[in-house]
């Protein structure tokens, strides 16, 4: 049975075009169910069937509670085995959180703990790192702050600015974002009370997404 995927994006939705590639050239066993977002005008909206599209304008809500209460309504109504925020720029609140609790995955452009929030590159320039990347974890309502399942790094170049970090990293997140999302569809990754495992060993230390796009799930197997 296919992974059932409602997919959060409030932008360009390009993590979100990688996992319908994928489904496309059958390299992975899911469906995107829904793709739902808080700017009506996201092009992201515009890479999948319109009956698959929902938005509403979250600044007309009169507050948080009441637009997460409208989306969460909408993303239950597809029945998602996993609901991925990717490139999703609104804070989820706690009760969205609490209802899909479990079953909540966001791709961040970081290598948190380190940078949660925005301006990731900036800050991680700004620190001087010599390397960078981005974490897939599972959301909490502490914000970025979830069990990091995997993690993708880049080596900080002499001249990088934001941009050229932010445009080098974005198809290794595609890849780690993919990369996990297969671990799930074989059933190989699961979450219990804010913890995830790989073949049901805890993921104490996140998986790290090799240049040939796989995962080291040898990482997570303890040794004897
Ligand atoms: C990506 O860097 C993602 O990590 C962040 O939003 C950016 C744009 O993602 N959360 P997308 O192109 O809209 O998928």
Redesign the pocket.
């Known amino acids: 049975m296919s992974l059932r995927l409602a997919v959060l994006?409030?932008?360009?939705?390009?993590?979100?075009?990688a996992l319908l590639d994928a489904i496309a050239r059958e390299d992975l066993d899911a469906r995107i169910v829904g793709v739902l977002s808080d700017q009506p005008a996201a092009p992201?909206l515009r890479r999948v069937p319109e009956n698959l599209r929902w938005s509403l304008d979250a600044t007309s809500f009169a507050d948080r509670a009441a637009f997460d209460s409208e989306l969460a309504d909408a993303v239950a109504a597809r029945a998602p085995d996993w609901v991925i925020?990717?490139?999703?720029?609104r804070i989820l609140g706690d009760a969205f959180i609490a209802r899909f609790r479990d079953r909540l995955l966001?791709?961040?452009?970081s290598l948190l703990p380190k940078y949660r929030g925005l301006r990731t590159h900036a800050r991680a320039l700004a620190a001087g790192d010599s390397e960078h990347g981005?974490s897939v974890h599972l959301v909490v309502p502490e914000l970025d702050a979830g069990a990091v399942i995997a993690q993708v790094r880049i080596a900080v170049l002499p001249g990088d600015t934001a941009q050229t970090l932010?445009q080098r990293?974005?198809p290794r997140?595609h890849a780690l974002l993919l990369a996990v999302l297969r671990l799930l569809a074989e059933g190989r990754v699961t979450e219990r009370d804010g913890l995830a495992s790989c073949d049901g060993h805890p993921l104490f230390t996140p998986l790290r997404l090799d240049s040939a796009g796989l995962l080291d799930t040898a990482d997570a197997t303890p040794t004897r």
């Open positions: 994006a409030s932008g360009q939705g390009s993590n979100l075009q992201a925020c990717a490139g999703y720029m966001n791709i961040h452009p981005a932010a990293l974005l997140e």
